[in-house]
């Protein structure tokens, strides 16, 4: 399965999310973009999920419906076509880093796949519900992680 290449002009894979992404800050998305979708993607997920959390993978950021034509997302922007879902905050869109003070660096994964058909998903769908989802039946994913320390 060939990858899709995914890259963040904010941030560069495993370092550090500047603090204007986080919950407590500026709290807007950051900067994606990515290549390689192959042919036949009807379909793009975006999932953002920090699985270093204490009560259980968070979701930060969960999008459907991206249009497989497009090549990126702006700061503080909705992918295009794309239907921004409930975050583990309970709020539609981007909601940014916020681990607890003191611990060490979270990771946050950004993931995007790419699916042969639209996927259905829950109204309140967990990092688990979307794994389920997109795991069976992808035809290629990247990631991204980026790190953040309260």
Known sequence: ???IE???AAF???AM?????AKDDENISPPLTWSRV?????ELVLLCEDPDAPSGTFVHWLVTRIDPA?????TGQTPPGGSARKNGYGEAGWGGPHPPAGDDAHRYFFRLYALPEPVTLPDNATADDVHRAVDEGQLASGTI???FQR
């Open 38 to 42: 192959p042919d036949g993607t009807a």
């Open 145 to 147: 992680v980026g790190m």
């Open 12 to 14: 560069n894979d495993h």
């Open 70 to 74: 497009a090549g990126g997302v702006d």
């Open 6 to 8: 995914l890259k963040s």
């Open 17 to 21: 999310i500047p603090r204007r992404y």
């Open 1 to 3: 399965m060939a990858g």
